[in-house]
Nanobody
Framework: QVQLVESGGGLVQTGGSLSLSCAASGRTIINYNMGWFRQAPGKEREFVAAISWGGGRTYYADSVKGRFTISRDNAKNTVYLQMNNLKLEDTAVYYC?????????????????WGQGTQVTVSS
């Protein structure tokens, strides 16, 4: 199983940007679909973005489409989430997730490896 460690979270004002990273170890992620999820206090963990193993296909939640970009560097075994024009409602703990396969997966239950999360707080 692949181990995942997120970084890059922090405090930012509305309209600002943050870039999250997810470093994988234990296995190469080249055969893995990678995803980002988030969980706000009192809410369920929700899908944010996913990218296929080769990076050719991406999928976004409607709430972040046009503002967030997921990318990957398989040589570095790392996945990224660039977040622009951040809003108050983007405040959450952001989790990186992985599962093997060639499709793009968007359901939480489809993933079997998770990081510990990184806090993103957007203030007004």
């Amino acid at each position: 199983q692949v181990q995942l460690v997120e970084s890059g979270g922090g405090l930012v004002q509305t309209g600002g940007s943050l870039s999250l990273s997810c470093a994988a170890s234990g296995r190469t992620i080249i055969n893995y679909n990678m995803g980002w999820f988030r969980q706000a206090p009192g809410k369920e963990r929700e899908f944010v973005a996913a990218i296929s193993w080769g990076g050719g296909r991406t999928y976004y939640a409607d709430s972040v489409k046009g503002r967030f970009t997921i990318s990957r560097d398989n040589a570095k075994n790392t996945v990224y989430l660039q977040m622009n024009n951040l809003k108050l409602e983007d405040t959450a703990v952001y989790y990186c997730a992985a599962r093997s396969g060639i499709s793009v997966y968007t359901a939480r239950d489809e993933y079997n490896s998770w990081g510990q999360g990184t806090q993103v707080t957007v203030s007004s």
